[in-house]
């Protein structure tokens, strides 16, 4: 009965009358109650999301006008601000910290009356590609429960891939919406840097963060895209480029696309997943389509490059939870300085301690022509060369991920291993496009694997459209 296919579809059972708001909500609470194992939730606004919902069923009954996202029940990460509720990037350094204020993509949801139904599991200041780093624990794949649903937005996307709320909100640094919706079987976009303004984001690496959203289906992702984007006082990085309806498909065309074939080659990705991607190229190719394989020589260059640079940034960032404003604080210290190391040491985990330190390192005397300023240059390298794809192609197909879902605590002990495995999916927040992840693919183990597909800059509007043809024939026709 509430299995809808779309917000469209939603929207439709409302104006029917086959059902209310409020019945939706009980449903999707449910949902959540029956699958607390999985750990995707972090708190749940249980009577808010049921008052709001008997306050909409109310007005549309009176026969006032439905906003876009009437009803639609949402969950967002705990990393993005929502007034008077906790929000704690999922850190033992943020406690009880209550938001004072809403971030621009939470107050343009609810004005166009969506519900938030609760704040999502993810790994602590969303670092992490696993969501093992959270300090409220691992959360799990709901197909297989010893697997992990990928990260930093494993609670996001496990949500919507166990049908627990209807859309979902990310966030994406370096494939933190990509790869988990590639590992949960479910549509993760990462808009163009700048779409969707980041005020009331919690910082990781402010050249690199951005909004995203989990889905089942394009229209509903399109939709929730188009009223999140615009322009933002709040923001000085967001984009006054125009908002296009993002929910309705654009023509189908033949397209040019491009591959790297040095990624689909790489020695680090599954055969299966290799073979099945080159298949669909090839599909492409007897469709009419131009694809082509480009030569790219940066591949092995990507993954140190963004970690160096987004280390330094949230060294930066992160250096205002201090124990001195808000948040966690140390016990009894001796001094000042015994304040700064202990509140730290003690509130944050492991991996963003890692980081930080990292990134401290890269910003000291004596390293940071050797390591930032490098970093940097091979930043505008790849940004030159993908602009010049994109002169000639319309699209770039990639991989998200080398493997399928991998175990709980299989690559915990080796951060190295865990970074390297971000080869796919970093590209695109280095040089700012919209990339998203479609699932097109099942491996023999069982496992839901994906697509990439990158377009240029603010070209959301033909990703989507490609992508909606990839679903609908899993090829494009």
Request: charged share 20%; net charge negative.
């Amino acid at each position: 009965m509430f299995e809808f296919s779309s917000i469209d579809h939603y929207h439709s059972w409302l104006k029917e009358e086959k059902g209310s708001c409020v019945q939706a909500v009980q449903h999707y609470l449910d949902r959540i109650s029956a699958t607390r194992h999985l750990n995707a939730f972090i708190e749940i606004y249980t009577s808010e999301a049921l008052a709001k919902a008997g306050d909409l069923d109310a007005r549309r009954l009176a026969g006032e006008p439905m906003g876009k996202l009437h009803g639609v029940v949402i969950g967002i990460k705990d990393v993005i601000c929502y007034k008077d509720h906790r929000i704690s990037a999922s850190s033992k350094i943020l406690p009880e910290y209550i938001s004072v204020y809403s971030a621009t993509a939470v107050e343009r949801l609810l004005r166009e009356d969506a519900i938030i139904i609760g704040n999502l599991n993810c790994d602590e200041f969303a670092m992490g590609s696993t969501n093992e780093n959270s300090a409220y624990g691992p959360v799990l794949n709901a197909i297989d429960n010893t697997r992990i649903p990928g990260g930093s937005s494993g609670g996001s996307a496990v949500a919507v891939q166990a049908g627990l709320c209807m859309v979902s909100l990310g966030s994406d640094t370096g494939g933190s919406v990509r790869q988990p919706a590639d590992l949960c079987g479910i549509i993760g976009l990462k808009p163009t840097y700048g779409r969707i303004s980041r005020y009331g984001l919690i910082a990781y690496a402010s050249s690199f963060d951005q909004i995203g959203i989990f889905g089942t289906n394009i229209s509903d992702i399109g939709l929730a895209l188009e009223v999140m984007a615009g322009p933002d006082d709040f923001d000085s990085t967001v984009s006054t480029e125009p908002v296009e309806e993002y929910s309705k498909a654009a023509p189908a065309r033949k397209y040019r696309i491009a591959y790297l074939d040095s990624a689909i080659n790489h020695p680090a990705l599954d055969p299966e997943i290799a073979s099945a991607i080159n298949g669909t190229i090839e599909k492409l190719r007897n469709n009419g389509h131009t694809v082509d394989a480009v030569p790219f020589d940066l591949i092995d260059h990507i993954v140190p490059a963004y970690y160096i640079l987004t280390t330094a940034e949230a060294s930066s960032n992160l250096s205002r939870f201090d124990g001195i404003k808000y948040g966690f604080r140390a016990n009894d210290p001796e001094d000042l300085t015994d304040l700064y190391k202990r509140t730290r040491s003690e509130g944050f985990g492991k991996e963003v301690k890692r980081r930080i330190m990292l990134g401290t390192f890269v910003l000291s005397s004596g390293y940071y022509d050797a390591y930032f300023t490098r970093a940097q240059k091979v930043r505008k390298l790849l940004y030159n060369q993908i602009q010049l794809i994109f002169n000639n192609y319309d699209f770039i197909v990639l991989p998200n991920t080398p493997s399928t879902a991998f175990r709980l605590g299989e690559k915990m002990e080796d951060p190295i291993a865990m970074y390297l495995a971000d080869i796919y999916t970093v590209t695109a927040n280095l040089v700012g496009i919209p990339a998203i992840s479609i699932p097109l693919f099942r491996h023999s183990n069982g496992l839901p694997f994906g697509l990439q597909v990158m377009a240029n800059e603010f070209k959301e509007l033909s990703l989507l459209t490609v992508s909606q043809d990839l679903l609908n024939n899993q090829q494009i026709q």
